[in-house]
């Protein structure tokens, strides 16, 4: 039996996964690590938020992170979509949150419910409920009746529903560990006193909970007993854990970062993601989490930020679409590997830590029984090192991590990918209806026309500017301000020619401002400063004037101490200034009128049906509010479906009936600041590596293939600010190269590693290529070269010496077949040029 397939059925055993198992497992921790039925455990784990993507794709995701050698799924659960109304829940569809984890159990994994009930996670109000904020005498996160009460209530119903269901693994379920609060120890300071007595008292409801597993706080280095504390970060290898007995776990390894509208896409290199990792089990962590392992989408209105974008892919290894991002995802399923190897002699015993020079680091595990695995370092930046270990010599790249299981011999350096590359793209698809052959909608086009003002009979009447979460309880992104006001003949406004401008002041996040039904000028906020301030030149007539000031909100608070009382809206001043005659006339305290929503909204239109819908022989086109709606067929494939909204304004979609996202197209990212190839070595941080400068943050918006009928589907729109819909376009999700460059002084693949030792033998580095989909073959090998061969996938270029036959032997080893591997030594290839250090790259494509 091999290795993996006995680790395997010990996990299963562990959990009582098996058929025959029954019994519920014992779970507890100790200094080093968590404890399972006996048996101190390393664990990988990695983070999918099951609304982030839909049920048809959960049991592909989960199974493609076992596949990556995680043993543990880690999710939030997200309190405003299970109990949007006071004490009414909902945990069907993509609030399933019961069938998740079921399905993780089902593959064999552990899974962590972090119930929070606060979760930040770049969601809408950190996963609060809006009616929260609505109870008398409330304060979020702190000694507060009202709030603990509601807490207590919701933690309580999830952990009921667990029980119910036997998902503890105290009950035979998978659930190993649970969370209570997030993050609050970056905070509690501005919260004082009350906030030591919340976090004691949050812990102690918990345990009181009994659940049967423990419990952990993220960043909260007070967490009392028995609570574990754990940490958050790019890199957690210096964390020390509050308390001596309780383990060093990770519980948020940042893959990568979100992304905003109006902002450059950020990435994190994978060789960096694998120093870190292999940094905290080097120095003697037992738990660790990629936040996240798949991101998603962010879909309907549960974006937070403000001004996240809709897509939450975060440069994920599973992408937002579920296709694994390579190397990514290969290079980190080899790390997980090489680490499990040493898993034995880490579990026993401390690491034992020394210098081996300037930036050089060991650290040892050994058993009195003679296992024995190291870890070698370098934490320079800035070139090789050469550390002298146990009488051998190793040569570390910087900023990078050799694991030797047997304390000898190294399976894998934390730079050196064996990995093979994918490079995705999107390819414009045709469809029978209502689509021409690049992929653009044609015809079938229906619409109406979003009245401008006040349009319905809820509208309410209020001396001065209301703040706007507090009017619509976020019921809408949308807030109609709206003001007649008189102009006399005689007023200075309109004397002598004279210009005036009108003067709006709001808090966030976009405003555009109608006067007499027009549009006269509009202002949107960003990231990190969400208020809106316009000077909008306009045009006055004598006797009534009408201002219509429309505010948008782009996703509300969600992190920072005190972020419930982060307000949106025009809270004024509005002002009419005269320009040439400096006059001024402040509005802010006359009688306004209020509606919330649109018209559209209330008539239901997202879901298609009305009669409101008018069509006609010329497509009303760069029109602020308007709806759009038209039918198509789904594309003909079977891959993961894009919508392109290049053409478009900013707005919300609709696909028969559900809401994909907001869409912002022409929120442009700045023009500096991305780098075309961004260097791991050195710490990381979110705005290091960047890409996509000077473009839309987001053009591309993901249409889950569930919601899809193969014809016939309904597509609306609503358009804020303007656009073509004719330009749209469907696009699906395909891998174009597969590539692999491997260096003759790679390790040995962590494949290997187990059948060499037994035969005796060191086998040297192999390229390795599997095409990524099922009934893929290698149909063509695009480009191969032994020798020194420069350049990344996709422009590979031969260098000063190549041998003649690679080509033809990579062919011979690759086409035809769904997975190839071929030796990188002269053996294989010959040597071309005699004393330097060759390496094999390869670009292959599948069919």
Request: glycine content about 10%; some cysteine.
């Amino acid at each position: 039996m091999r290795w993996t397939e006995q680790l395997l059925i010990l996990s299963f055993l562990a959990v009582g996964f098996l058929p025959t198992a029954t019994l519920g497992a014992n779970v507890t921790h100790d200094h080093r690590a968590l404890v399972i039925d006996g048996r101190r455990r390393v664990l990988i784990s990695g983070s999918i938020h099951y609304p982030r993507s839909t049920p048809d794709m959960w049991a592909d995701l989960i199974q493609k992170s076992k596949d990556g050698g995680l043993d543990v799924i880690e999710t939030y659960v997200f309190w405003d979509l299970h109990e949007p109304v006071r004490n009414q829940y909902d945990f069907e569809g993509r609030n399933d949150l019961v069938k998740f984890i079921k399905l993780v159990g089902e593959a064999g994994l552990y899974a962590h419910l972090r119930i929070g009930p606060y979760v930040c996670a770049e969601w809408n109000y950190g996963g609060f409920p809006l009616w929260l904020h609505f109870i008398p005498g409330i304060k979020f996160r702190t000694d507060n009746e009202p709030f603990k009460a509601e807490m207590q209530r919701f933690t309580a119903k999830v952990v009921d529903l667990m029980k119910q269901e036997k998902l503890y693994a105290s009950q035979g379920g998978p659930i190993i560990l649970s969370q209570i609060e997030n993050e609050y120890g970056n905070i509690d300071s501005a919260y004082g006193s009350a906030g030591k007595r919340y976090i004691n008292w949050a812990a102690s409801m918990a345990t009181s909970l009994d659940t049967g597993v423990p419990w952990v706080m993220c960043q909260q280095a007070n967490a009392p007993d028995p609570m574990i504390n754990t940490c958050n970060g790019f890199y957690c290898d210096q964390f020390t854990p509050a308390s001596a007995n309780r383990p060093k776990m990770w519980t948020e390894n940042w893959t990568g970062w979100f992304l905003v509208f109006g902002g450059a896409v950020p990435y994190r290199p994978v060789e960096d993601i694998a120093f870190a990792v292999a940094r905290f089990f080097q120095r003697g962590g037992t738990f660790q989490n990629y936040y996240m392992y798949h991101g998603g989408t962010n879909f309907g209105r549960t974006t937070g930020g403000p001004f996240i974008a809709t897509s939450y892919d975060y440069d994920a290894p599973i992408d937002e679409y579920g296709f694994l991002r390579q190397p990514k995802w290969g290079h980190l399923k080899d790390l997980h590997k090489a680490i499990k190897l040493c898993e034995q002699a880490m579990v026993a015993t401390d690491p034992t830590i020394s210098s081996l020079g300037s930036n050089l680091e060991a650290s040892v595990y050994k058993t009195a029984s003679g296992s024995c695995a190291a870890f070698l370092a370098n934490i320079g930046t800035q070139s090789d090192a050469t550390a002298n270990f146990n009488g051998n010599s190793y040569q570390l790249p910087p900023w990078s991590v050799s694991i030797l299981p047997d304390c000898k011999n190294v399976v894998l350096n934390t730079a050196k990918i064996n990995s093979a590359t994918t490079i995705p793209k999107f390819m414009r698809q045709s469809s029978s209806n209502a689509v021409d052959a690049s992929g653009g909608f044609l015809a079938g086009w229906s619409w109406f026309n979003e009245p401008v003002g006040i349009s319905s009979s809820n509208a309410v009447m209020k001396p001065g500017l209301l703040e706007q979460i507090n009017t619509t309880a976020d019921k809408s992104d949308y807030l109609w301000y709206s003001l007649s006001t008189n102009v006399q003949v005689d007023e200075p406004f309109l004397k002598d020619g004279s210009q005036t401008v009108l003067h709006v002041e709001s808090l966030g996040h976009a405003l555009h401002a109608y006067i007499n039904g027009k549009l006269a000028g509009s202002g949107k906020g960003n990231s990190n400063d969400a208020k809106v301030s316009i000077d909008v030149p306009i045009t006055l007539i004598p006797g009534k004037n009408k201002i219509d000031l429309l505010s948008v909100t782009v996703g509300l608070q969600n992190y920072g101490a005190f972020f419930d009382e982060k307000g949106a809206g025009i809270t004024g001043p509005v002002k009419l200034v005269g320009v040439n005659n400096g006059s001024t006339v402040d509005l802010s305290s006359q009688q306004w009128t209020y509606q919330t929503g649109l018209k559209g909204e209330e008539l239901s239109l997202s879901n298609g049906g009305s009669s409101a819908w008018v069509s006609g022989a010329t497509l009303p086109k760069e029109q602020p509010l308007i709806w759009y709606k038209t039918t198509f067929d789904a594309p003909s494939s079977t891959n993961p479906v894009a919508l392109d909204f290049t053409g478009m304004g900013k707005g919300e979609a609709f696909v028969n009936g559900q809401s994909i996202g907001r869409y912002w197209p022409t929120y442009i990212s700045p023009s500096s600041g991305c780098t075309d190839s961004c260097n791991y070595k050195g710490s990381y941080s979110s705005n290091k590596c960047l890409k996509n400068c000077g473009k839309p943050s987001q053009h591309l918006y993901h249409v889950p293939r569930s919601w899809l009928q193969p014809s016939g589907n309904t597509l609306v729109l609503f358009e804020e600010t303007g656009g073509d819909p004719t330009q749209l376009s469907f696009a699906t999700r395909e891998i174009g190269s597969l590539c692999s460059h491997i260096s003759e002084s790679h390790p040995q693949h962590v494949e290997t590693w187990r059948s060499s030792r037994k035969r005796g033998s060191r086998p040297g580095p192999v390229l390795s290529l599997e095409c990524p989909l099922t009934n893929q073959v290698i149909s063509s090998i695009e480009f191969a070269s032994f020798g020194t061969p420069s350049g990344s996938c996709g422009s590979f270029s031969h260098g000063s010496c190549s041998s003649t036959q690679a080509l033809s032997i990579v062919q011979k080893a690759c086409v035809g077949s769904k997975s190839c591997r071929v030796d990188v030594s002269i053996d294989t290839f010959g040597d071309p040029c005699i004393g330097v250090t060759k390496s094999l790259a390869v670009e292959a494509a599948c069919t």
